[in-house]
């Protein structure tokens, strides 16, 4: 963490000294011409996805590269947990190309609620989800199968990841025709469980050094998350919200 906040204190020095410099880049590009940013193509990939939660998330990885975390990335998975179960509430995207690779079902943890997730927790034992922005690692073959680690990057939130074993994984019990009976997809231990069909081929694009971040409008995350209030996401925030040309 002390690498991190090092790189947060120099990203606070690249930022004073653009602003000391306005209309640097206007003089390079006029307004008229600006590219789209990342946000707005990968949102145009995925129209259903909320451009906050988007936003969010970019700004996350943003402030994880800043502190040298995730610097070889290539794909972001974001699961939105304020959205019921039975909607297709993940998506996986490409980083490099802007382009969306899947969109799916995924499971939140039985201690988290019912359709619509209201708990989150980082406490082992807890069977929840957790909320923040996670860092992919390899793969292995467990009790639900082919199955992808992930450490949480984001202390007191989901940073207690590895211990509680928080994997993704695919599980038999995500099945929107049967779960629909109940009302909500069935429910895993925290983990973000897939659909099998899919569970492998998802897992082989997210596996080494991905990005996996998990949203939910919990309020205290959403004010003390360091990944989110660092000069580095503040600034790739702002530029999310830029309006399009």
Sequence with gaps: ?????????????????????????????????????????????????????????????????AGGVG?????LAVIDYSMPS???RL????????????????AHGSGSGGNLPTHFSNEDGS????????????TYTGRNGYSLRMDGLEPGFNDAAMDRA???????????????????LGRSWGCPALRSAVARPIIDVMKDGQFVFAYYPEQAWLARSALLHCPAAQLASQTAAAPSR
């Design 1 to 65: 963490m002390s690498a991190l906040m090092l790189a947060f204190a120099v990203c606070a020095c690249g930022v004073a000294l653009a602003a000391a410099r306005p209309g640097a880049v206007d003089q390079i590009m006029p307004p008229a011409a600006m590219p789209l940013t990342a946000a707005q193509r990968l949102a145009r990939e995925a129209p259903a996805i909320d451009p906050q939660v988007l936003s969010l998330a970019l700004a996350a990885v943003q402030c994880a590269r």
């Design 166 to 184: 928080i994997v993704m994984h695919g599980a038999d019990y995500v099945n929107v025709a049967a779960d629909k009976g109940i009302g909500r």
């Design 71 to 75: 610097m070889t990335a290539e794909r």
């Design 91 to 106: 998506w996986v995207f490409d980083l490099r190309s802007h382009e969306l690779l899947y969109r799916e079902w995924v």
């Design 127 to 138: 069977h929840a989800s957790s909320v923040g922005l996670f860092v992919t690692g390899a």
């Design 86 to 88: 039975l909607q297709r």
